[in-house]
């Protein structure tokens, strides 16, 4: 059986990059790897095993495309309201709150922010099947 352990992003700046994700994801480095073209930054916090790996490609001077392919990276937070003030009371973008209900029952609620290199992230309630 295969277990899911990273998702990998490609950054114009580490240090821009880990900082958003520290402030608006409580993610901290786990790892760093350093190579001659490239580095390699390990992101996670003690919630799971999951990381998001940060690439930085040594040269790059270009913003990546990200295409009409990639959709987002979703987190599950215990209250979407109340991260949607911490994360907007940090500076960071944050979308309207919302909810989709199905049967007549809350499935979600969620809303949408952004990292510094324009990738979509989800902060989910838990709620449901989102734990």
């Known amino acids: 059986m295969a277990k899911v352990i990273h998702s990998m992003i490609r950054v114009m700046d580490l240090d821009r990059s880990i900082k958003f994700y520290k402030d608006a994801l409580t ?19 003690p919630e799971a095993d999951f990381e998001i790996e940060l690439t930085l ?3 790059r001077t270009e913003p990546y495309d990200l295409g009409d392919g990639y959709g987002h990276i979703a987190v599950a937070v215990d209250d979407a309201r109340a991260e949607h003030e911490r994360i907007s009371g940090l500076g960071i973008a944050a979308g309207d709150v919302k909810e989709f209900h199905r049967d007549g029952s809350l499935m979600a609620r969620f809303f949408f922010i952004q990292d510094p290199d324009g990738y979509k992230i989800e902060v989910l309630e838990k709620h449901g099947r989102y734990r």
Not at 27 to 43: C, E, G, M
Request: proline fraction near 0%; charged fraction near 25%; aromatic fraction near 18%.
């Open 27 to 45: 993610l901290d480095v786990s790892a760093t790897f350093d190579f001659d073209t490239f580095t390699l930054v390990y992101l996670r916090n």
């Open 57 to 59: 490609n040594k040269g």
